[in-house]
């Protein structure tokens, strides 16, 4: 499997666990489809950041910087949610830097 498509599975399954409450409830897709495309894009930023840094490092720095653009439109709307979105894209930045290193790591 080549580095993009490992980044795009990793950025798949992360925004899987992002959006599946989301989807239990029943949201609008907007609400589901932008979110879910940011992990897509922030596995692919990961995979391919040449920041000398550690993978839960870069996971963290770009997923949590991709984040902060959302944070201004969910603070509009929903204030009480922009911790725990925080919260959130703390969590899955981290997962996201730790799994896409191991996984980059086997495919060399």
Known sequence: MNKLLIALAIG????????????????PWLQIATPFVHWIVVGVLVAYSSMPLPGWAKGLIIGVIT?????????QSH???VLTV????VVLSLLTGVVME???KRLV
Not at 12 to 27: E, H, N, S, T, Y
Not at 67 to 75: D, E, M, S
Not at 86 to 89: E, Q, T, Y
Request: proline residues 9%; without cysteine; positive net charge.
């Open 12 to 27: 798949f399954i992360i925004a899987l666990i992002d959006v599946a409450p989301m989807l239990l409830r029943k949201a």
């Open 67 to 75: 984040t902060i653009p959302f944070l201004f439109v969910l603070a």
């Open 79 to 81: 204030p009480n949610a």
């Open 86 to 89: 925080v919260g959130i894209s």
């Open 102 to 104: 191991q996984a980059l």
